[in-house]
């Protein structure tokens, strides 16, 4: 097969990365515990990657309060500043740009996590049933706990959470990243407070879809304000069930949202699409609606073959794909791509926590 489109050049926002081949933002949970600096390997596993396009970090903690699994890296210490440096270094000498994506929880988190020992915060106060986050033991390995039912977050915690946001930002330039995602998808908090199924606030932020949209647009300005439009990103998961988080967008819902995003012109919209969760994949209309309504760079994500993302490129309804498993498995999933070999299949060991087993060992094409 032919996917030469998939390796041309595209400008996002005036940054040139060299190809539509992105790697998906991957949670790995290795970084070191308490401190949360990335793991020692973490420049070798992400320069292993660097023949893609863009490299979208891990979901990176923007502050103690906002941590839900064990193990995720932060970007909010003078320490993790330097080691994110160090990565994004190793990634630029090899050729790519690199994203970090700034996240915060919300209710998909454990009380023993958060710096104060207190409840997380949600949108609302909630148990979602049957919710579960990671945890790691003292060796590295990690196991699966129930969540901490989550309390209301007071005005004073959402703004806190926006100043968060944009601390971060300023880290995140400050060490070199190309560009920040704002993690806005698959339940965590910013979409907690979107969603109806999570949100019951009677107050600015809750009730109709402009005051549940309130929380993730002035994150959004927050981040613009503390860089600039032309480095800041958004992923979202419009439709589908993520983290036992029904998203609640109807299609209406969604577009509306994206008209906003639009409105700030932004350099990027990610969307993450439900079917690599099981989920009913995005109608070709759907496609052609949320096109029309973002002008920036597009991304899409989710369960995607070379064929469909060259296909999804040439319609013009996406602009790149950020590819996960099959990058995760695949150091060198460009390179397979251009010669049409066969793939890696992802490992179950090492997945999440652990060392360089199904880290930084998959092999490569052979010379």
């Given at each position: 097969m032919n996917y030469a489109n998939l390796f041309t050049p595209l400008s996002i926002a005036g940054t040139q990365v060299r190809n539509r081949i992105f790697l998906a933002p991957l949670t790995r949970l290795r970084a070191q515990v308490p401190s949360e600096v990335p793991s020692t390997m973490a420049a070798e596993y992400y320069s292993q990657r660097a023949s893609g396009g863009l490299l979208i970090a891990e979901a990176t903690n923007i502050s103690p309060r906002a941590r839900g699994y064990g193990g995720a890296p932060g970007l909010y210490s003078d320490e993790q500043q330097a080691a994110w440096q160090e990565i994004v270094e190793a990634v630029h000498a090899k050729g790519a740009k690199m994203a970090v994506q700034l996240w915060h929880c919300g209710a998909v988190s454990h009380q023993s996590l958060l710096d104060d020992e207190r409840a997380p915060i949600s949108a609302s106060a909630n148990n979602i049933q049957g919710l579960r986050t990671s945890l790691r033991h003292p060796d590295g390995s990690v196991y699966r706990e129930a969540t901490t039912p989550a309390r209301e977050a007071t005005l004073e915690d959402i703004a806190q959470v926006i100043q968060d946001f944009a601390d971060s930002t300023r880290r995140a330039k400050a060490a070199g990243f190309d560009f920040v995602e704002i993690h806005g998808a698959h339940g965590y908090l910013l979409g907690q407070f979107f969603s109806k199924a999570t949100n019951h606030r009677t107050d600015a932020y809750g009730g109709s879809r402009e005051n549940r949209a309130r929380l993730m647009l002035e994150v959004i300005d927050a981040c613009v304000a503390a860089w600039d439009k032309d480095h800041i990103g958004i992923r979202i998961s419009p439709l589908g069930t993520f983290n036992n988080v029904d998203m609640g967008y109807d299609e209406e819902e969604t577009l509306w949202l994206v008209e906003q995003i639009q409105q700030r012109g932004i350099a990027f919209l990610h969307v993450s699409e439900p079917d690599w969760a099981g989920g009913t994949p995005l109608s070709p209309a759907y496609?052609?609606?949320?096109?029309?309504?973002?002008?920036?760079?597009?991304?899409?994500?989710?369960?995607?073959?070379?064929?469909?993302?060259?296909?999804?490129?040439?319609?013009?309804?996406?602009?790149?794909?950020?590819?996960?498993?099959?990058?995760?498995?695949?150091?060198?999933?460009?390179?397979?791509?251009?010669?049409?070999?066969?793939?890696?299949?992802?490992?179950?060991?090492?997945?999440?926590?652990?060392?360089?087993?199904?880290?930084?060992?998959?092999?490569?094409?052979?010379?």
């Open positions: 496609r052609q609606q949320l096109r029309a309504r973002f002008k920036q760079t597009l991304i899409g994500a989710g369960a995607y073959t070379a064929e469909k993302a060259s296909q999804l490129i040439a319609e013009g309804l996406l602009d790149a794909v950020a590819f996960g498993r099959a990058f995760l498995a695949n150091p060198d999933l460009p390179e397979r791509f251009a010669q049409d070999a066969a793939l890696n299949e992802m490992s179950k060991e090492g997945v999440y926590g652990g060392h360089a087993e199904g880290y930084i060992d998959y092999p490569r094409l052979s010379a």
